[in-house]
């Protein structure tokens, strides 16, 4: 099965498609898939990491709009003989861009969580929780297209998979929290963090600070780690779901990661850095497995500071949401394999 991943990451749009492709990648190929991504070179795009491991990566370079993109990737999969499965995971990709490459694969999967435009697709995943999750979609894909709606559907690497199987039993205890706002944090989030640390002065408490590889302030951040007593700063770090295994606590973004916190049962302060984080983290704060502080330009240190203060004065809270956390992500612990691999391995869809 030969599989054509179209996917960008830059410091300015974070890294959460490429890595979320770079999962499923990771899932096809334990079996006999043939995997080639498509990206566009710009700074913190992720190639080398893909490189890294092993993968083909077909580089456009330039600005590009979506017809000279469209152009491009479909000369590329003409020349390589074709594709049994596109993955499109590109906000600013749609129909038009689908359309084009039809001719050069026999199915096509779109990741998608904004539901603000038409695909043509046979397959789309949004493993994002709303509150009108089955009628987002209607009438953005065609009336054949299976919908795999939910965190449940969640794609998680498999480090996160046996984490779950070794966790130990989440009681409300608050003695170690970690700070990650995904790869590239644009807007400063790790040093507000930082600074709340300071503020609430709990001289009992360990901390984990994790800068992503795009992460442009990191030099400055592992300064700032320096000076705080029990801190640990981690830089492009393999050990994601170990560090969140042992927090009792995160602070982070509304991106990708919240369904890798809420899977390990992991409660956490939420900062909305992006506009397509709010509703999920509006959503995901209702059904009771995160607090939402809000978007970023008006959470302060100090308000930070205060909400760390609750929660290590109620246990009770911390212990009540990591129990909302399991209970969202579902029954089970992963290891039966994501119903989306099994569908691209030869399913029915």
């Given at each position: 099965?030969?599989?054509?991943?179209?996917?960008?990451?830059?410091?300015?749009?974070?890294?959460?498609?490429?890595?979320?492709?770079?999962?499923?990648?990771?899932?096809?190929?334990?079996?006999?898939?043939?995997?080639?991504?498509?990206?566009?070179?710009?700074?913190?795009?992720?190639?080398?990491?893909?490189?890294?491991?092993?993968?083909?990566?077909?580089?456009?370079?330039?600005?590009?709009?979506?017809?000279?993109?469209?152009?491009?990737?479909?000369?590329?999969?003409?020349?390589?003989?074709?594709?049994?499965?596109?993955?499109?995971?590109?906000?600013?990709?749609?129909?038009?861009?689908?359309?084009?490459?039809?001719p050069f694969c026999r199915r096509l999967l779109v990741i998608d969580d904004l539901a603000d435009r038409p695909h043509a697709c046979d397959l789309l995943l949004d493993q994002n929780l709303y509150p009108d999750m089955g009628e987002?979609?209607?009438?953005?894909?065609?009336?054949?297209?299976?919908?795999?709606?939910?965190?449940?559907?969640?794609?998680?690497?498999?480090?996160?998979?046996?984490?779950?199987?070794?966790?130990?039993?989440?009681?409300?205890?608050?003695?170690?929290?970690?700070i990650s706002f995904g790869g590239s944090d644009p807007t400063g989030e790790t040093a507000k963090a930082l600074e709340a640390v300071r503020l609430a002065a709990d001289e009992r408490l360990f901390i984990d600070v994790v800068a992503?590889?795009?992460?442009?302030?990191?030099?400055?951040l592992r300064a700032a780690c320096a000076g705080v007593p029990r801190c640990t700063f981690h830089h492009r770090t393999d050990a994601m779901a170990e560090l969140m295994s042992s927090a009792d606590l995160s602070l982070g973004g509304?991106?990708?990661?919240?369904?890798?916190?809420?899977?390990?049962?992991?409660?956490?302060?939420?900062?909305?850095?992006?506009?397509?984080?709010?509703?999920?983290?509006?959503?995901?704060?209702?059904?009771?497995?995160?607090?939402?502080?809000?978007?970023?330009?008006?959470?302060?240190?100090?308000?930070?500071?205060?909400?760390?203060?609750?929660?290590?004065?109620?246990?009770?809270?911390?212990?009540?949401?990591?129990?909302?956390?399991?209970?969202?992500?579902?029954?089970?612990?992963?290891?039966?394999?994501?119903?989306?691999?099994?569908?691209?391995?030869?399913?029915?869809?």
């Amino acid at each position: 099965m030969k599989v054509l991943l179209r996917c960008d990451a830059s410091s300015a749009i974070g890294s959460g498609h490429v890595m979320r492709c770079l999962t499923l990648a990771d899932h096809l190929s334990r079996g006999d898939a043939e995997i080639v991504f498509v990206c566009r070179r710009q700074p913190g795009d992720l190639i080398p990491q893909l490189t890294r491991k092993g993968y083909e990566v077909h580089v456009l370079e330039g600005g590009g709009d979506r017809e000279e993109d469209a152009r491009e990737t479909a000369a590329f999969a003409r020349r390589f003989g074709g594709f049994d499965w596109l993955v499109v995971d590109h906000y600013q990709l749609d129909l038009r861009f689908e359309q084009a490459l039809r001719p050069f694969c026999r199915r096509l999967l779109v990741i998608d969580d904004l539901a603000d435009r038409p695909h043509a697709c046979d397959l789309l995943l949004d493993q994002n929780l709303y509150p009108d999750m089955g009628e987002r979609y209607r009438g953005l894909v065609p009336v054949a297209c299976r919908l795999l709606l939910g965190p449940h559907y969640a794609l998680l690497r498999s480090e996160f998979l046996l984490a779950r199987l070794r966790l130990r039993p989440r009681c409300g205890e608050f003695t170690r929290l970690l700070i990650s706002f995904g790869g590239s944090d644009p807007t400063g989030e790790t040093a507000k963090a930082l600074e709340a640390v300071r503020l609430a002065a709990d001289e009992r408490l360990f901390i984990d600070v994790v800068a992503g590889g795009a992460n442009p302030g990191a030099d400055s951040l592992r300064a700032a780690c320096a000076g705080v007593p029990r801190c640990t700063f981690h830089h492009r770090t393999d050990a994601m779901a170990e560090l969140m295994s042992s927090a009792d606590l995160s602070l982070g973004g509304g991106g990708g990661t919240t369904w890798e916190r809420c899977f390990l049962g992991l409660p956490s302060l939420t900062i909305v850095a992006a506009a397509n984080q709010r509703a999920v983290t509006e959503a995901v704060a209702a059904f009771g497995a995160t607090w939402n502080l809000g978007w970023h330009e008006n959470v302060t240190p100090q308000l930070i500071a205060d909400r760390l203060v609750q929660l290590r004065n109620a246990p009770y809270l911390l212990a009540e949401a990591s129990a909302r956390c399991f209970e969202l992500m579902g029954e089970g612990d992963g290891t039966a394999g994501h119903p989306l691999v099994s569908l691209m391995s030869g399913g029915e869809l």
